[in-house]
């Protein structure tokens, strides 16, 4: 089993790697992700372990888990209680300032010292346990399960100065017999902690807007329906729909789930899916997809699929998982950090103890001082942040432009593909034949007749001649007498003459002679294109040609991917000549044709063995071997169920142009970790030595541990802002 559990109270990637420990451990739980930035845990289980065991593991280790219909409540009352207690902590800082500082101001600066110190104390005793709890519950959290994380150093440094004051406040004899002359610090301690509330206030609010991708599709979600229920038309919850109940779906409304148009005949607004604006032409018998918009017509709908089966329901899981999933680069991250917080320790102790043996006079204060900015300095929020939030708002940029990107691991790995694997039919090509080329012999209504004989049939080229005929507004009358030569044609009788469409084999069971038309015949197949030969009474009238064509998109698509350096492969299980012609529309030099689907795979690992990086690109269930076994798997949007859920990308809008676009996304979301982890390293590398006092021996600087929790906060805020900018980021197709 697997399950998506809402995790709150976590403040670091330590805090996620504490659950994770914690959830591995326990019995009857396999696997379990922990992502920060969207609170979220992924866990797989089995029947040894209940979901309230679960819970009940989470909270031991300090955290809650939040049921879905509770989140948003739980998200307000959280952001609504760090402003609370900001707006406190803001507030009481300001007059432990004016109290630390009271020689400067007149109405306060006859007051005795003593006085003053435990007016300090009563200031700063609400902000150090009341406005910084979180703090010390979550150190007490971390402690029964032998970890640390950044509460650890808030913790530790501020309540270091806080009891150091409290000793200096009440008990000075006990300072100053050590040759140090009494004096508090509840200033450090009250500002830090307000400091470290307000950078996560903001980081709260700023982090509610990595989700908006997946806010805006279940936006597009349609509260109710109106369905037939014993001959009467009823508004229901569109929970209340069962799959084979028949939708009432009236002009302007939004279609309720996925199903099929049992009557009537509109224009369906399937941008959401598309990203087209031009609305599609829909009638008896069409597909139609839930959230879509039903434009003129009256439609009657018979429910297929409902709830989390619904294509859009899909999409939001596809999307939540891919933002809850981890790339490679951030399991970097996580094992830095996991690492982090005890050597930061260390590092403070040795710092203390190296001021304490050969710091300047009073030693005690500067190595207190020194001690409590390099546990503050280090918190490795930023850090933390610096993928996931990347990936967040990478997969929901992604969403938006009908490129679904089913895990992070694919959104890292797509930039560095070096070769593109094309399936041809129904990806480079629309997947069905269409008439390209009509000659005629005599002046006759080629086109016409060829459709009287076809319209009976079921055949794909049938399709097409049927199709092209009803393009050019060709009537098309009823012919009698329809006998099928499997593999060769049709033969049909209308106004007492025998019709004969097909191929050479037909033609020469009939005894037709085709040598003067085979000059033309040559050509077209030439071109990849299949023939199809018409008889009047025997004697040749005319040649219709039919091929699978391009789409739109396909050759602008391999020619950026040529650009962007790409190796280009079509494979296709058609024959080499029809294989070729595609090939050489699209200046495709590589082709593997005639090959069977057990075979694409194999062709895949041959290119790997030689340290290819490939990704394929395919729409078939004959694909999903081939797009398995690739180092990226590319599903067309328009394919099968089974191609899609083998894909780790998926192309919604049908659009070849896509796959260049997640490319360009991958490589900006890449390059948007790298400049968070790069700022969050650096900051830390270079923060904690400055924090240590290695800078006093020369300039005579120390960082007050004020200024350190204000850069900490300030750093985690701009990684997430770093990140949020990403939202304005165009695709260049």
């Not at 519950?137 to 530790?156: C, P, Q």
């Not at 902690?193 to 990595?210: F, N, S």
């Not at 049938?462 to 044609?489: C, M, Q, R, W």
């Not at 004020?706 to 900018?725: E, H, P, Q, T």
Request: aromatic residues 6%; proline residues 3%.
């Amino acid at each position: 089993m697997r399950k998506d559990f809402n995790i709150k109270g976590m403040h670091c990637a330590s805090c996620a790697i504490t659950i994770e420990k914690a959830l591995k451990s326990t019995k009857g739980i396999s696997n379990a992700a922990v992502n920060y930035a969207s609170e979220k845990a992924i866990i797989e289980y089995n029947d040894d372990i209940s979901e309230e065991k679960i819970k009940e593991v989470v909270k031991k280790a300090g955290y809650e888990v939040v049921e879905e219909k509770d989140e948003k409540e739980f998200k307000r009352r959280e952001i609504n209680e760090l402003r609370n207690k900001l707006i406190l902590g803001v507030i009481l800082s300001v007059l432990i300032l004016i109290f630390t500082f009271h020689g400067y101001f007149i109405f306060i600066n006859k007051l005795q010292e003593q006085l003053v110190f435990i007016i300090l104390f009563l200031l700063t005793t609400p902000v150090q346990f009341y406005v910084g709890l979180q703090f010390y519950r979550s150190f007490w959290a971390a402690l029964k399960n032998k970890t640390a994380d950044m509460n650890t150093l808030i913790a530790i440094g501020t309540s270091a100065a806080y009891f150091y004051s409290v000793i200096a406040t009440f008990f000075p004899t006990l300072i100053n017999k050590a040759g140090i002359a009494a004096s508090v610090y509840y200033d450090t301690a009250a500002v830090i902690i307000t400091l470290i509330i307000l950078g996560r206030y903001l980081e709260a609010k700023a982090k509610l807007h990595t989700s908006d991708a997946i806010k805006k599709l279940i936006g597009l979600k349609p509260k109710t329906a109106t369905i037939i229920r014993n001959g009467q038309e009823i508004k229901v919850n569109i929970d209340d729909v069962r799959v084979n109940d028949v939708l009432i779906i009236k002009p302007g409304e939004k279609i309720p789930v996925d199903g099929i148009i049992i009557e009537g005949h509109s224009s369906i607004d399937e941008s959401m899916i598309t990203g087209e604006s031009i609305p599609v032409e829909k009638t008896k018998n069409d597909n139609v997809t839930g959230a879509t918009i039903n434009k003129d017509g009256l439609l009657k709908v018979r429910a297929l699929k409902i709830g989390k089966d619904t294509f859009l329901s899909q999409i939001i899981r596809l999307v939540e998982e891919a933002q809850n999933s981890k790339a490679p680069i951030q399991r970097l991250a996580d094992k830095v950090s996991s690492i982090f917080v005890p050597v930061v320790v260390l590092i403070a102790i040795l710092t203390f103890a190296v001021w304490i043996a050969f710091g300047p006079d009073p030693k005690f204060i500067f190595a207190m001082i020194n001690f409590i900015a390099v546990l503050i300095i280090a918190c490795p929020c930023a850090l933390g942040l610096a993928t996931p939030t990347a990936i967040m708002v990478g997969t929901g940029k992604g969403a938006e432009h009908g490129i679904l990107i089913k895990n992070a691991e694919a959104l890292e790995k797509a930039h560095k593909i070096d070769t593109v694997i094309l399936d041809k039919t129904g990806t480079l090509t629309k997947g069905k034949p269409e008439v390209t080329d009509i000659i005629k012999i005599k002046n006759e209504h080629i086109l016409k007749l060829a459709a009287i004989v076809e319209k009976g049939s079921e055949h794909p080229l049938a399709d097409a001649v049927v199709e092209k005929a009803v393009k050019e507004e060709i009537t098309i009358p009823k012919a009698h007498s329809f006998k099928s030569f499997p593999g060769k044609g049709i033969q049909a009788v209308y106004l007492s003459k025998s019709l004969l469409l097909g191929n050479r084999k037909l033609m020469w069971d009939a005894h037709i002679n085709t040598r003067d038309f085979e000059e033309n015949i040559s050509v077209l197949e030439g071109q990849g294109k299949t023939v199809m030969i018409l008889a009047v009474n025997k004697k040749i009238i005319g040649l219709i040609a039919a091929m699978d064509t391009l789409k739109d998109s396909s050759k602008e698509a391999v020619d950026k991917l040529h650009k962007l350096g790409k190796e280009i492969i079509m494979i296709t299980g058609d024959n080499k000549k029809t294989a070729e012609a595609i090939a050489h529309q699209l200046n495709i030099h590589n082709v593997l044709a005639e090959v069977l689907p057990e075979d694409k795979a194999n062709e895949i690992k041959r290119l790997q063995e030689k340290g290819k990086k490939v990704a394929a690109i395919g729409d078939g269930i004959n694909d999903a071997p081939m797009l398995a076994q690739s180092d990226l798997g590319i599903a067309i949007g328009s394919g099968t169920d089974v191609a899609i859920e083998t894909g780790e990308i998926i192309l919604v809008r049908d659009d070849l142009r896509d796959a260049v676009n997640a490319i360009h996304l991958s490589k900006y979301t890449i390059k948007k970790i790298k400049q968070n982890l790069f700022w969050a390293f650096i900051y830390n590398v270079a923060g904690i030595p400055i924090a240590a006092g290695i800078l006093y021996p020369v300039s005579g600087f120390l960082l007050n541990p004020m200024v350190a929790a204000g850069a900490m906060a300030f750093s985690s805020l701009s990684v997430v802002l770093n990140s949020l900018s990403m939202r304005y980021y165009k695709l260049k197709y």
